[in-house]
């Protein structure tokens, strides 16, 4: 094997490793953030963990060479990547898991790579091969056979339904908005940044129109406040920008496909949520879906211009 081989090999080994931890952080913290949004406001609890979250990034950032300073340049377009994957992601999943459960709410919004696909043939020009077209089909079979179990749920709160596909195009819009730009600045950067924009909005509404409640946070609660703050927001978006950096934009939501399995699992240990013969299809399912693009030589790098680089300019 030569060194362009090995090299490629091992970034491919990397892009996988990333995947394999964001399954774990995003996967388990669904159980926790239902917890969460049953008893605390949702502005209010999403304006204060955007700005613990936000800082500990930016700090990351810092501490691992990145520059912290954005660009003036690159304002107007992180402006906007933070309304998507920050402001309507997370609001619009925190009102959705108010009215639905966990596995329903995750199921829901790992439609992602539809909504992805479209708008990347669309916006970024990028070409589905076969593999990568059946890899999309197979992953939201594996969605729907998840889905199927749960009709009779969600059509008793159809609202939170329209939250969590709200919620999974917002998403699907923001990280086609994240690799259009060639950045001259690191994914922690861009991750702190997004979630400290969203962190003034959310301020100010829930100033207006929540009253303050988190200081009555107790017990279990508390826990999966913290869990949800420090597990999947930090650590999280610290995987979910790298594996965007990594891979395409259609192959890092076909990636994310294990976190609703994995959110459905985590659910029925927590909750006590039964699993039987359409659990292990959806994983079949999902898991054939990732191999196609992961493990079979086929997964699309990113170009390299969106790795961070120094601008003399600024």
Known sequence: MNAAARTQAGA????????????????????????????????????????????????????????????????????????????????????????????HGAIITYTLPIWTAAISVVVLKERLNWRTALAVAL??????????????????????????????IGWAIGTIIVKRVAWTVGMYTLAGWQLL????????????????????????TLWAALYV????????YALWFKIVEHFSAVIASLGSLMVPVIGVLSGAAMLGEPIGWIEAAALALVLTAISLVLFAGAAARS?????SKPDPGK
């Open 12 to 103: 491919a080994r990397y892009g996988i490793f990333l995947l394999i931890g964001l399954w774990l952080v995003w996967g388990t913290s669904w159980p926790a953030m239902r917890m969460v949004f049953t008893e605390v406001p949702v502005w209010q609890f999403r304006a204060v963990t955007c700005a613990i979250s936000g800082l500990a990034l930016l700090a990351i950032a810092v501490a691992t060479g990145e520059r912290w300073r954005v660009p003036r340049r690159h304002w107007g377009v992180l402006i906007a990547a933070a309304v998507f994957n920050m402001i309507i992601w997370q609001i619009c999943v925190g009102y959705g898991l108010s009215m639905l459960g966990a596995g």
């Open 229 to 236: 703050t420090f597990i999947a927001l930090i650590a999280g």
């Open 139 to 168: 992953g939201v079979a594996g969605v729907l056979v998840l889905l199927s179990s749960d009709f009779e749920a969600i059509g008793t709160s159809p609202l939170g339904a329209v939250f969590m596909i709200a919620a999974a």
């Open 303 to 307: 170009p390299r211009a969106n790795h």
């Open 197 to 220: 924009i969203a962190w003034v909005p959310m301020t100010a509404i829930a100033l207006a129109a929540e009253p303050f409640m988190l200081h009555q946070i107790r017990g279990d």
